[in-house]
């Protein structure tokens, strides 16, 4: 079972890591990490560099795609080289997925058009401009397209597309192995449950870090 998460310049960690930990432990799961050219990776924070051992054309037809998101996804929504890999992918593809933004790559590659979709909360107002119908769950089902809100919910996506392939005992056993016990210190995780200045405050600082790697 191929899983494909593709990889690209200002993607966001956790959005590729935190499914890669609950898929990589499937039986008979192979992760591929892959981008248009294989290599380094810088990710959004430019602290950390991940590896893609693969080019996108080495993996035409993966059974998985997860797709993560990232302050990247926004150069990359008129990438036709990608868009195309993930329109391919999708034909094939057991399941297709995204994490945080990534969902605006695949509403991007026209694959949302119409559906319910979820991303991080900041950017549910071009979700809906590529065509989707943005929702506030943190994972949401339609058909074999899932999409899985901001960061964290990735791994929330992951153990629930690993009890629809290999079972709930499998999931569940993987979710032990991981020590996934979520106990947040504050209940501040959501748009609908954050003070309004916190909301205020994290769209000020998302708004420089866009612009500060604009004119990088």
Not at 112 to 125: F, K, N, P, S, V
Request: proline fraction near 7%; glycine fraction near 8%.
């Amino acid at each position: 079972m191929d899983i494909a998460i593709p990889l690209y310049d200002r993607m966001t960690a956790l959005d590729a890591i935190g499914p890669y930990e609950v898929l990589s432990r499937l039986p008979g799961a192979r992760v591929r990490f892959v981008a248009k050219t294989p290599g380094g990776i810088t990710t959004d924070n430019k602290m950390l560099t991940l590896i893609a051992d693969e080019a996108l054309d080495d993996v035409p037809h993966p059974d998985i795609i997860v797709v993560p998101g990232g302050l990247g996804t926004r150069d990359l929504l008129h990438d036709e080289p990608l868009l195309n890999w993930i329109r391919t992918a999708h034909e094939t593809s057991t399941w297709t997925t995204s994490v945080c933004t990534g969902a605006l790559l695949l509403a991007a590659a026209g694959l949302l058009d119409g559906l319910d979709a979820t991303t991080h909360w900041i950017a549910r107002d071009l979700l809906a401009e590529l065509g989707a119908n943005p929702v506030a769950q943190r994972v949401v089902v339609q058909g074999k397209i899932v999409t899985a809100a901001g960061v964290s919910a990735g791994i929330d996506m992951a153990l629930m597309l690993a009890a629809r392939v290999r079972g709930p005992q499998v999931a569940q056993a993987i979710q032990l192995g991981i020590e996934y016990d979520p106990q947040p210190p504050f209940d501040t995780g959501a748009l609908e449950k954050a003070p309004p200045e916190l909301v205020t405050l994290l769209r000020g600082l998302a708004d420089l870090e866009e612009a500060s790697a604009t004119h990088a």
